[in-house]
């Protein structure tokens, strides 16, 4: 079987987390998120969010937290602002599409909205009410190219939806890798204060399966209960999303696991440099996209698994590769000793 570099939850959980769903496993608990780990699970998080206030609701994937929280946000009139690069642009079946709001599609600088680039999208919808209303801006962090926003950068999409009237939701399913990144100087607690909501990915990142929705904005937080139950974003056995964000954040593991993910990323970008080859995206994260001749990228692909990302022409595509909390220094030393081989170098 060849050695994977697909994506970020090829494996099951991380042994931390098996452990603690077996040890609690015929302790008797409420269901649909009333349990002590899930109650426990919140109360870490916002402690490290330093937002006493906001509110936490785990829900099993990123699509269904993406769905359930533009859904709810928004009334049927209005539409979400999301970059090309964007989930739910292009990614997600016309997942939000279906819940009966338009995705309004901008370009992106390096896969990351700015305040100019959303004010395009206002201008070429001034004709109000015989066009939808725009009311939320969605980004990713990391974004979906491995790029990720700055505080600088979120502050200032943060005051101009503030002054635009416009709700800022950040996709976190990879939020570990972006705070994680050598780049990075966001915080938890700045995303706490400058977004309406965001979520931190925790599929991606060690868990079985798992996000926990983080609703900072007072106004939003009501009824929130009643679209996850609708959306069917419940589970009965909420315990087992509870236990894995306890498990990942009572010791920090979850960062630990985001930071292993993106040295072995990083490992990988300092072989492809001595190649001189150009980048699709230039990232620090744990995903990484060079451009290669065709005919390198056949005979990587003899003896592993990763994405063809992007055509650049006839003779060169981008490539994707990514690294896991799971990566270990065995697969990344034999990669690495193949990119070798194929480039000639010592």
Same mark, same amino acid.
């Given at each position: 079987?060849?050695?994977? =570099?697909?994506?970020?939850?090829?494996?099951?959980?991380?042994?931390?987390?098996?452990?603690?769903?077996?040890?609690?496993?015929?302790?008797?608990?409420?269901?649909?998120?009333?349990?002590?780990?899930?109650?426990?699970?919140?109360?870490?998080?916002?402690?490290?969010?330093?937002?006493?206030?906001?509110?936490?609701?785990?829900?099993?994937?990123?699509?269904?937290?993406?769905?359930?929280?533009?859904?709810?946000?928004?009334?049927?009139?209005?539409?979400?602002?999301?970059?090309?690069?964007?989930?739910?642009?292009?990614?997600?079946?016309?997942?939000?599409?279906?819940?009966?709001?338009?995705?309004?599609?901008?370009?992106?600088?390096?896969?990351?909205?700015?305040?100019?680039?959303?004010?395009?999208?206002?201008?070429?919808?001034?004709?109000?009410?015989?066009?939808?209303?725009?009311?939320?801006?969605?980004?990713?962090?990391?974004?979906?190219?491995?790029?990720?926003?700055?505080?600088?950068?979120?502050?200032?999409?943060?005051?101009?939806?503030?002054?635009?009237?416009?709700?800022?939701?950040?996709?976190?399913?990879?939020?570990?890798?972006?705070?994680?990144?050598?780049?990075?100087?966001?915080?938890?607690?700045?995303?706490?204060?400058?977004?309406?909501?965001?979520?931190?990915?925790?599929?991606?990142?060690?868990?079985?399966?798992?996000?926990?929705?983080?609703?900072?904005?007072?106004?939003?937080?009501?009824?929130?209960?009643?679209?996850?139950?609708?959306?069917?974003?419940?589970?009965?056995?909420?315990?087992?999303?509870?236990?894995?964000?306890?498990?990942?954040?009572?010791?920090?593991?979850? =960062?630990?696991?985001?930071?292993?993910?993106?040295?072995?990323?990083?490992?990988?970008?300092?072989?492809?440099?001595?190649?001189?080859?150009?980048?699709?995206?230039?990232?620090?994260?744990?995903?990484?996209?060079?451009?290669?001749?065709?005919?390198?990228?056949?005979?990587?692909?003899?003896?592993?698994?990763?994405?063809?990302?992007?055509?650049?022409?006839?003779?060169?595509?981008?490539?994707?590769?990514?690294?896991?909390?799971?990566?270990?220094?065995?697969?990344?030393?034999? =990669?690495?000793?193949?990119?070798?081989?194929?480039?000639?170098?010592?």
């Amino acid at each position: 079987m060849k050695i994977s =570099f697909k994506n970020d939850y090829s494996e099951g959980c991380h042994p931390q987390i098996l452990t603690a769903l077996t040890a609690s496993n015929l302790v008797q608990q409420d269901g649909y998120g009333g349990d002590q780990y899930s109650q426990n699970a919140a109360s870490i998080i916002l402690q490290k969010l330093k937002a006493p206030q906001s509110k936490v609701h785990f829900v099993s994937g990123g699509t269904q937290a993406n769905l359930v929280i533009i859904s709810a946000f928004l009334r049927p009139h209005e539409s979400v602002i999301a970059a090309t690069t964007g989930h739910i642009f292009d990614n997600e079946t016309g997942a939000i599409e279906a819940t009966g709001h338009k995705v309004n599609e901008a370009q992106a600088v390096d896969g990351k909205l700015t305040p100019e680039t959303v004010q395009q999208v206002l201008d070429a919808h001034p004709v109000k009410p015989h066009q939808l209303k725009q009311k939320m801006v969605y980004i990713s962090n990391s974004t979906e190219i491995g790029t990720v926003y700055c505080r600088d950068e979120i502050i200032a999409l943060s005051m101009f939806c503030r002054a635009n009237n416009l709700y800022l939701f950040m996709d976190g399913a990879r939020l570990g890798h972006a705070l994680m990144s050598e780049q990075n100087d966001l915080t938890l607690a700045d995303i706490a204060q400058y977004t309406d909501a965001f979520y931190i990915g925790g599929t991606k990142n060690g868990a079985l399966i798992g996000e926990a929705i983080v609703i900072n904005n007072i106004a939003l937080q009501e009824d929130f209960e009643y679209h996850l139950k609708q959306k069917g974003a419940m589970l009965s056995k909420g315990r087992l999303l509870g236990i894995q964000f306890e498990t990942l954040f009572q010791d920090d593991l979850y =960062f630990q696991l985001a930071e292993h993910a993106n040295q072995q990323a990083m490992k990988i970008k300092q072989v492809f440099e001595l190649t001189k080859c150009d980048w699709w995206a230039n990232t620090n994260t744990n995903q990484i996209f060079p451009i290669l001749e065709n005919s390198k990228i056949a005979l990587l692909a003899a003896a592993f698994d990763f994405y063809v990302w992007r055509k650049i022409d006839d003779n060169y595509s981008a490539i994707r590769l990514i690294t896991s909390w799971a990566t270990t220094e065995e697969s990344v030393d034999l =990669f690495i000793k193949e990119v070798k081989k194929v480039y000639h170098l010592q």
